[in-house]
């Protein structure tokens, strides 16, 4: 590593480590904040959370409590929870130290985290794994074990781990759990461990659990909806295998569904729009591929074209990136967003509406961002217009 990654790492490492010593040797029911992998066994050798640290685990906190998995964890806690003005003098003390002096350091710190015998990140993300395959483990820990796996599986590595540990499996098996905060863990766990890895993706894809994803989109619960949409957004990102998956298991049809119906939540929508603009994203930097078909689908067009009536900015202004890029794909055409979804007159209402929000001092600069990416949106609409609308010599 480099000197400054090295002072970071050093100094990090004596704040953090020093506290993790006391930790150790107090061993009192105290809870320290950032992370502690606790499981279903052997929890007389573990620290555990306080009732009020757990109900907010279980409503999605990703920060847990109690020791560190790894270095690399042991010092993203540290950042997060370092004085900025102290860490920088710590780090420049440590910066003015000779290589042999840094060296000695080092061999130091390595051999307190042997003593404080940190187990390695596969080694936790077993313990977790044997925790799901545990029929007999309390809602609790099986939800703690999710939790933890989260969290694991974000370094690619672990997350090309997962399937090598037997822990894919077990994750998907959780999808068919009775309680929906086990499912939308789950689903969150997958969708963490494929997000842009290729591998993971396949994995998935395999053992066909995209359609099991697709279906919980449809969930009753709203959070488990979510988490399933996240889910599918990451197997079918840059993966045009899956998206030809997508399509044949009719996930144009899930989309045209969630756009269409004001009823869903909000934070669903915005998903779902986000996902059709990468899903057109990915189209147009993928020039030598087919379309997707439902691309140049009318009623498609019109429900995302409808989302810019929201009272919604946030969705409004995905809606636009959205058809930004539909815009630009071939199979669009430009007569088929004036004529069908209006889309002249839906930029006309969104520019008087900018322009009103901009009189509001707290979100004026939010409009102005919003208008300019209206106005790009309204060039590429004309030029693709004018180009349909030129006769052939």
């Known amino acids: 590593m480099g000197r400054a990654r090295l002072s970071l790492v050093l100094c990090l490492a004596f704040m953090v480590s020093a506290m993790a010593v006391v930790a150790k040797e107090d061993r009192i029911n105290k809870t320290t904040p950032g992370l502690f992998w606790s499981t279903g066994k052997e929890e007389a050798e573990l620290f555990r959370k306080s009732d009020a640290e757990e109900t907010v685990a279980l409503n999605g906190n990703d920060e847990l409590d109690g020791g560190f998995s790894s270095l690399d964890g042991m010092l993203q806690w540290a950042i997060g929870h370092s004085d900025p003005a102290k860490l920088k003098e710590t780090a420049q003390t440590v910066q003015r130290l000779s290589p042999d002096e840094l060296k000695r350091r080092q061999v130091e710190i390595k051999e307190l985290m042997e003593r404080l015998k940190m187990p390695s990140d596969a080694e936790l993300m077993k313990i977790a794994i044997d925790d799901l395959n545990n029929s007999s483990i309390s809602l609790e820990d099986r939800l703690r074990a999710l939790e933890e796996l989260l969290i694991l599986v974000e370094p690619i590595d672990n997350a090309n781990d997962l399937e090598k540990l037997g822990g894919l499996a077990a994750v998907i098996r959780q999808l068919d759990n009775v309680e929906p905060d086990v499912r939308k863990l789950a689903a969150w766990v997958l969708g963490k461990a494929c997000q ?147 889309l002249d007159e839906a930029l006309e209402r969104m520019r008087l509406q900018l322009q009103q929000l901009m009189e509001d001092e707290n979100q004026k600069d939010y409009a102005q961002d919003v208008e300019i990416l209206r106005r790009e949106v309204e060039m590429v609409f004309l030029k693709k217009l004018d180009r349909g609308m030129q006769v052939p010599t």
Do not use: H, W
């Not at 295998?241 to 119906?261: H, P, R, W």
């Not at 439902?294 to 498609?300: K, L, Q, T």
């Not at 995302?304 to 202004?317: A, H, I, K, Y």
């Open 196 to 342: 842009n890895n290729p591998v993971v993706q396949k994995q998935i894809l395999d053992r066909g659990t995209l359609t099991t994803l697709m279906k919980m989109v449809r969930s009753d619960s709203v959070e488990e909806a979510i988490k399933a949409l996240y889910a599918v957004s990451a197997v079918v990102r840059n993966n045009l295998n899956a998206q030809e998956i997508f399509y044949a298991e009719a996930g144009d049809l899930m989309l045209k569904d969630v756009l269409s119906n004001p009823t869903f939540d909000i934070r669903l929508r915005r998903k779902c729009i986000f996902l059709v603009g990468d899903l057109a994203e990915g189209q147009l930097e993928s020039a030598d591929k087919p379309e997707l078909p439902f691309f140049s689908d009318n009623s498609f067009l019109k429900a995302v074209v409808n989302l810019t009536l929201s009272d919604d900015l946030d969705l409004q202004e995905k809606a636009l990136v959205a058809i930004k890029n539909l815009l630009q794909l071939r199979t669009t055409e430009g007569l088929i967003f004036k004529d069908i979804c209006a």
